[in-house]
DNA sequence: GGCACCGTTCGGCGCGGCCCGAACCGTGCC
DNA sequence: GGCACGGTTCGGGCCGCGCCGAACGGTGCC
């Protein structure tokens, strides 16, 4: 009998994200949007009956939230905290040292080490050099712990981005999040998500399909613009696989 | 079958912490210290081969480092990081709802919510006490993210602690940490580690048992006077359980 | 109303885990 | 050298968990 509180909540919790059914559920969840579970069970290549066992616990648990519409349930990661939690395991997890097989995994693959979202944010090379391009512009500084400065404020504000509603959210404000692909911080917290949004409604970006992004030529011009950049650094790297192949 | 990762890496390491004996232990080694496999298996009420079973299996996962001496086995957290994906995880397990059963056992409880440590650095009443000090001298500031003032370096330097060679670290200078009794944030990071280690240099404080921390009445004053505080505040609910009882 | 579809519930099966005790090895002390 | 002690290895037993298929209920579409 020990003193302290025993393991047992945090091997329960744990207990959660330890079959690689579940850990898959919320892996894909990480692109922040709802699933319906068929798509899940689909996905993870189980029955649907052991896909519905396994978000019922992970309701319960309260790494999922759940909302009914009609004959489907869609479940989506609780918050932002799961999000972080799940990408903080995933990066300390060996890789199940499974190189791309396929050209069309390949080509997938490249497009998401270029642009991707990161849960609510932007990850891949192209968030990577937004984090740098932030700090050298001194929106960002990092001379004391990751900060938001009042430069940066005013950049935000600039772009349509008041920061004033989410100082009142419980998130940090902005945060370094270890990026699996470039082994760099990008930019995660409230601001990370409001800029990916923002870039989003303003057309500088398009969702790929699962969890790529896509900049369009536009956007890599505005971007480059507001950060001061060449835009021939925004580029992607190959011109070809920016596009649906064909399938 | 999925396109992109699938969840077995994040799984097996997560199975890692499923397990109430090692997530037991890994609660435990939280304290920042080395214990002995003995010493382990004993606190989580388990025979000697299956502590050293679990070790064995939580050293090649990557979250713990053993150092062998003599016929000792001393194992410990990895890195900071492990420490804090320990709490993080743990603040999200629901409590076993094992309210304390014995006087011992409250008075235990009472001492750990008023001072311990979390991992290396001040948590319980104190470390909040601590961090709300720092935020209204203006050592730290969360105008934008959590970050160390150039005011906050001068006052570090004042209390013995260079925040030059906290730099080279890895580690963010300064970080919220979430208080489990508290509820509310104290203070972790590199300079949260060095305060912890400076106060025990110090004789401000001295360890208790098991995570408790103890204040002096010597480092009660000097550290009200370093954060402009009445002494008062800083005082320990009761006077009775801040020593050894009787037994 | 009829049908297709999404999701859930229920048994049952099989694997993998966690645990222990016993035997063994190495270290340190007397 | 002899003994005590910490740690490891091995074999075996047991329980829990993840999986499926089949049957069922609810929803939406035609």
Same mark, same amino acid.
């Given at each position: ?39 899940? @069970?689909? +996905? /993870?290549?189980?029955? !649907?009956? %052991?896909?519905? =066992? #396994? &978000? ?6 309260? $790494? ?43 080509? @997938?693959? +490249? /497009?998401?080490?270029? !642009?991707? %979202?990161?849960? =609510? #944010? &932007? ?6 050099? $937004? ?117």
């Amino acid at each position: 009998m020990t003193t302290g509180a025993d393991g047992r909540g945090l091997a329960g919790f744990a207990a959660l994200l330890a079959d690689p059914t579940r850990a898959g559920f919320c892996l894909a969840l990480l692109d922040g949007r709802a699933w319906t579970a068929g798509e899940l @069970a689909r +996905a /993870a290549g189980v029955a !649907a009956s %052991t896909a519905s =066992d #396994h &978000l019922t616990r992970l309701v319960a648990g309260g $790494l999922l939230v759940e909302e009914r519409q009609g004959r489907h349930r869609y479940v989506r990661l609780a918050d932002p905290g799961v999000a972080q939690l799940v990408e903080d395991l995933a990066a300390r997890a060996p890789a199940p040292a499974t190189p791309p097989r396929t050209l069309r995994a390949a080509s @997938a693959g +490249a /497009a998401l080490a270029y !642009a991707r %979202t990161c849960y =609510d #944010h &932007l990850a891949g090379r192209l968030g990577v050099l $937004l984090y740098d391009a932030l700090l050298d512009r001194g929106v960002l500084d990092r001379s004391g712990g990751l900060a938001l400065t009042g430069n940066g404020v005013t950049w935000l504000a600039g772009l349509g981005v008041p920061v004033e509603p989410l100082r009142a959210t419980r998130r940090p404000l902005v945060r370094d999040c270890l990026d699996w692909t470039e082994r760099r911080p990008h930019l995660a917290g409230a601001v990370g998500a409001a800029l990916c949004g923002r870039f989003l409604d303003l057309g500088w970006t398009t969702r790929g399909t699962g969890r790529a992004v896509r900049l369009t030529p536009s956007g890599r011009d505005a971007l480059a613009e507001a950060l001061a950049l060449d835009p021939a650094l925004l580029a992607p790297p190959a011109s070809r696989d920016s596009g649906p192949a064909r399938a």
